[in-house]
């Protein structure tokens, strides 16, 4: 028995890989959460996780325009958007739980399988990578792929966007660990788009209550295949 | 040397026995002060078991040798288990024994005896429990057994010796996968002790009473050795979960320095971690018998995402 | 330069403009007059590529090649047609009641902000800011779909939103896998997420990443296309919406789409020497075909009906993409120009048809020709102009991909005939009883917008008859870059 069969990785990168397996951990547990606002809690902490992964990326690579990444994702992630949604959740009075169509322990088992896939799938994308955070690609995709689940298998708006804000997140984190980041522009981009997408859905929550009398999206049955 | 090893398991041994009641004293006097209670005597699972002892062995009329021999077999495996974990040294005369597997294999011998004696007087309530019981111990080992896969894959070996070798005394390295594996063992620790979110210890609630209602027939120094067994499952559970996830201090040889400070430092983390558990049983609400295969179903997910992780973040590329 | 700062200025500032007047009367024209500088700004874009070839421009984050240039001037023109019968239709929808001055607003301000969102992503060198402009549109177009905010609207557009939302991110991880590939061969300063880089050193990309990367775009960008089996926003979108929408819609942002995915796919055959993309996009484009031809004759609602014609002209262009080769390519880039026209001169003809009926239900719909003979055979012309009647445009190009079929892919040929044909037959049937019949319809209150109708089926029959020399080559070009340049 070899005494130790670790490649020597450095400390920040098992900081990186302890946040990305925390996001992993987080992702999960949407999956797995019934209650609206610690749904919304979840979301932030996973937005944190992405933070401090991006800061400790940056610090360690000498990468500076991780800081701006970082600091978008602070603005946006762990402070704007859970605020907005709170506020949502608060206007629009929806404290109840959250309504599956799927059992809870199978969407777990659908997505352990997930997970495996896009580990596998990840595998030679890693070989390839040169950063200190190659190995959190895997992590990334899974994450992505299990909001993509909840997205799913939830059946209210509020949950699905935030299976839709938590890919996102997991999509920010994939180009962090790939490439230390996209362009800034790109970045930049991406977030003004993901604010405006949220406002226009904070709109939307308010006509489809008033329409529908009910944020249950299985409600919408109004138009129907002929 | 071999002496030294042979001093450090007995002191060990010793340790557990004396110490598993004062563990569960500990833990219950941290849960009255978070409720706002005043707190029983620390000792005072001791004096249970003085009481106990002393008193009469009352028998069902229908009951078997396999009800009277049930109480020493139990209290064996478990005192066994609790003197096969490292938490002293890692040079103990038992080293070679202790196999992480061997243990689960320990823990569900015990757990089988138990669950027999349960259904040995033929009682509605001894039925019950025996067969919730199984039903949470074939659910709780598979995680329990990936938690220390976990640990093995990273240590290379099942040896819990080595284990705690590896993660106590090579540099410090961050485990993620340590982290799920510790998530889903707290979990099934709480579910395998009867702690709070599956079974509550304190109370004869019939309805929802999995390990009392087993024993329930039981009396004397046979309820004794049960009570005692309990506690060293819990001792030998929590000096488990020192040894995978907080093994620094546990030295590798056996001398008096050595295990004296080791005996200061297990302490320490021994409070620590009645106090943990403590906040744990408080925090959470006793969950509905139902619910129980979903919550170890969770464990056992968190114990194959930390193999997974393992082996994608820390076997590298 | 100059021209591409206009292009792309003009609807932004137009947008604007709306923003704060777009309730007024005169909104209408602001816009149409918008577009209408826009298309002149095109043009003159047009003309500079032509002339000088291609164009790097604002330190080479834009970039013109024929390719482009062709779709931009083919989006600034609908784009002015478009905003050309919009006004009369808004017109009677605000006279009806079912739009306020204050939606008037928000439809006039964010029509011009989806053309700029378009043109932006048509125009930009950098595939990270394409997938940034097709988001917005994403954004701009749900609130256009829903700008009735009727319980079917609302719908509509919660699915366009979220299902789009989804297929877009899968395009972002795409991006995200394209640029660590190109990062490795560019570094990391070297602007490795601009295509004139990319195609420069495509070959030395490395093979897997960029094929699981282009899976993720094609699933991606392919959703926003309408590709089966992620098309199932397209038909309630194209329903629900405002008809000058669905005109755009169909007319513009599934070219943009599908433009995207040719862009990625030339990069992914350098980087693999094989024709593993042109066999994804031919699955995929076939499936399509073949799914929204069965899907055509169980349609009750016109609009619908229209929308899934879309998809399935939709999946016919992947396929002749996905064939390659410069025939093929040129009749994709043919095939794109005049879907294009046609469907939006159809949805104009069916904007004010359903206006006249007061319903979309075709059974409801009768006798079109009688009471508006123009709005009738504009129909009429439209859809055997979309059918592929000879005369039209939509024949040549389609009889191309054909023949380059049968030449290289002689068992697909079956599929298309068939679908087409079923297409066909359920189409025709349903368009000719409402344009003929006994009319239950009543005439329009105010004079409809017929001349963009006129004007795109006119060049659409013009390019069945003819390309003009310089057109054609144009096209040569487009398809020389295109189909393994």
């Known amino acids: ?226 | ?317 | 330069m100059i021209e591409l700062a206009l292009v792309l200025t003009i609807p932004l500032a137009t947008a604007l403009v709306l923003a704060l007047w777009g309730h007024r009367a005169c909104a209408a024209l602001i816009n149409a007059g918008g577009g209408l500088l826009t298309l002149v700004a095109a043009g003159a874009l047009t003309c500079r590529v032509i002339n000088e070839g291609n164009l790097t421009l604002f330190s080479d984050q834009f970039y013109v090649d024929p390719l482009n240039v062709f779709l931009i001037a083919l989006t600034a023109l609908v784009g002015f047609t478009t905003a050309l019968f919009s006004q009369p239709y808004m017109r009677v929808e605000h006279d009806e009641g079912k739009l306020s001055g204050g939606r008037l607003r928000l439809y006039h301000s964010m029509f011009q902000l989806f053309m700029a969102a378009m043109l932006v992503a048509l125009s930009t060198n950098n595939l990270g800011i394409l997938w940034v402009s097709m988001e917005a549109a994403t954004l701009t177009t749900v609130l256009l779909v829903a700008l009735y905010r009727t319980p079917e609207s609302l719908e509509a557009a919660w699915k366009y939103f979220i299902l789009c939302g989804v297929g877009i991110a899968q395009a972002l991880f795409g991006t995200i896998l394209l640029y660590f590939a190109a990062e490795r061969v560019l570094g990391h300063a070297g602007g490795a997420l601009l295509w004139t880089n990319l195609s420069v050193v495509r070959a030395s990309l490395e093979p897997t990443i960029l094929s699981l990367a282009f899976v993720f775009l094609l699933v991606g960008y392919g959703t926003k296309t309408g590709l089966v089996p992620l098309h199932s926003w397209l038909p309630d979108a194209h329903a629900e919406g405002p008809t000058p929408v669905s005109a755009v819609l169909s007319g513009l942002l599934l070219n943009v789409a599908l433009y995207a995915i040719i862009r990625c796919k030339v990069l992914v055959d350098g980087a693999l020497g094989t024709h593993f993309a042109g066999n994804l996009m031919m699955g995929f484009g076939l499936l399509t075909v073949v799914v929204s031809a069965f899907y055509l004759s169980r349609q009750r609602d016109i609009k619908r009906l229209f929308g899934y014609s879309s998809i399935e002209h939709m999946g016919l262009i992947t396929f002749a993409f996905g064939m390659g080769g410069p025939v093929a390519s040129f009749a994709g880039l043919l095939h794109m120009t005049v879907h294009s026209l046609t469907k939006s001169a159809i949805f104009f003809a069916v904007g004010h048809a359903a206006q006249m009926a007061g319903t979309k239900v075709i059974e409801d719909i009768r006798g079109l020709i009688k009471r508006s003979p123009t709005i009738g055979w504009g129909l009429m012309l439209g859809t055997l102009a979309i059918l592929g009647m000879p005369p039209f445009g939509v024949f040549t190009s389609e009889f191309m991909i054909l023949t380059t079929a049968i030449k290289h892919y002689p068992w697909a040929t079956p599929l298309l005939l068939a679908a087409l044909g079923v297409a066909f037959a359920a189409m025709f049937g349903k368009v000719q009883e409402m344009a003929f019949g006994e009319p239950t319809v009543k005439p329009l209150a105010h004079n409809p917008a017929l001349l963009p109708v006129f004007i795109h089926l006119g060049l659409v029959l013009m390019l069945g008859l003819w390309i003009p020399p310089y057109l054609a080559d144009w096209y040569r070009q487009a398809a020389q870059l295109v189909g393994q340049g």
């Not at chain 1, 996780?49 to 360690?60: E, G, K, P, R, Y």
């Not at chain 2, 024993?215 to 005692?228: K, T, V």
Request: glycine share 6%; charged share 10%; hydrophobic share 55%.
């Open chain 2, 1 to 317: 040397m071999n002496l030294h090893a042979l001093f450090a398991q007995l002191l060990e041994l010793l340790l557990a026995l004396l110490l598993a009641p004062v563990l569960v004293g500990w833990i219950n006097q941290c849960r009255a002060w978070l409720q706002n209670r005043s707190a029983p005597p620390l000792l005072q699972p001791w004096y249970t078991l003085n009481k106990l002892f002393r008193k009469e062995v009352r028998l069902a009329d229908n009951a078997s040798s396999l009800f009277r021999a049930a109480p020493y077999i139990v209290f064996s495996c478990m005192a066994l288990a609790a003197a096969v974990v490292p938490t002293l040294s890692t040079e103990l005369i038992f080293s070679p024994a202790a196999d992480a597997i061997a243990l689960v294999g320990l823990f569900s011998l015990a757990r089988v005896f138990i669950a027999l004696a349960g259904m040995d007087v033929g009682t509605a309530f001894g039925t019950m429990g025996s067969r919730r019981e199984m039903l949470i111990g074939f659910l709780a080992e598979p995680a329990l057994l990936m938690v220390f896969f976990t640990a093995s894959l990273i240590s290379r070996s099942t040896s819990l010796a080595t284990i705690v070798q590896t993660l106590a005394h090579s540099e410090f390295v961050i485990y993620p996968s340590l982290a799920f594996a510790g998530i889903a063992f707290v979990m099934v620790l709480l579910a395998e002790n009867a702690r709070v979110p599956v079974d509550n210890p304190s109370t004869h609630l019939e309805l929802t009473m999995i390990h009392e209602a087993m024993i329930l027939e039981y009396s004397g120094r046979h309820l004794a050795l049960f009570e005692w067994a309990s506690s060293l499952k819990l001792f030998a559970y929590s000096c488990l979960g020192i040894a995978l996830f907080f093994p620094f201090g546990i030295p590798e040889s056996s001398g008096f320095l050595a295990l004296f400070t080791a005996g200061g430092t297990m302490l320490l983390k021994l409070i620590g971690g009645g106090f943990g558990l403590a906040l744990i049983e408080t925090l959470s609400a006793k969950m509905r018998v139902f619910r129980a295969p979903e919550y170890l179903g969770t464990a056992f997910l968190f114990a194959v995402l930390a193999m997974l992780v393992h082996l994608l973040l820390e076997t590298g590329a």
């Open chain 1, 1 to 226: 028995m070899t005494e130790t069969a670790i490649l020597p990785i450095p400390l920040s990168g098992q900081l990186i890989n302890l946040c990305a397996a925390l996001m992993l951990l987080l992702g999960f547990a949407m999956l797995a959460q019934r209650r609206i606002l610690t749904l919304i809690n979840l979301f932030m902490l996973q937005g944190g996780a992405l933070f401090a992964s991006t800061v400790i990326a940056a610090h360690s690579t000498g990468q500076h325009h991780l800081y701006w990444s970082a600091a978008i994702t602070l603005l946006l992630k762990v402070i704007g958007l859970p605020w907005i949604l709170h506020r949502l959740i608060r206007r629009l009075s929806v404290k109840w739980d959250v309504e599956t169509l799927l059992n809870i322990p199978t969407t777990m088992l659908i997505g352990i399988v997930l997970v495996v896939i896009s580990f596998n799938v990840a595998q030679p994308i890693s070989q390839l990578s040169g950063t200190i955070m190659r190995a959190t690609i895997g992590i990334a995709l899974a994450c992505t792929l299990l909001s993509f689940l909840m997205m799913i298998t939830r059946s209210k708006a509020v949950p699905q966007v935030i299976a839709f804000l938590a890919m996102e997140n997991s999509l920010f984190f994939a180009a962090t660990s790939a490439t230390y980041g996209m362009p800034m522009v790109v970045e930049l981009g991406i977030a003004l788009d993901v604010l405006v997408g949220m406002v226009i859905l904070g709109v939307f929550f308010f006509q489809i209550r008033e329409q529908f009398d009910s944020l249950d999206i299985r409600q919408m049955e109004k138009i129907k295949e002929e």
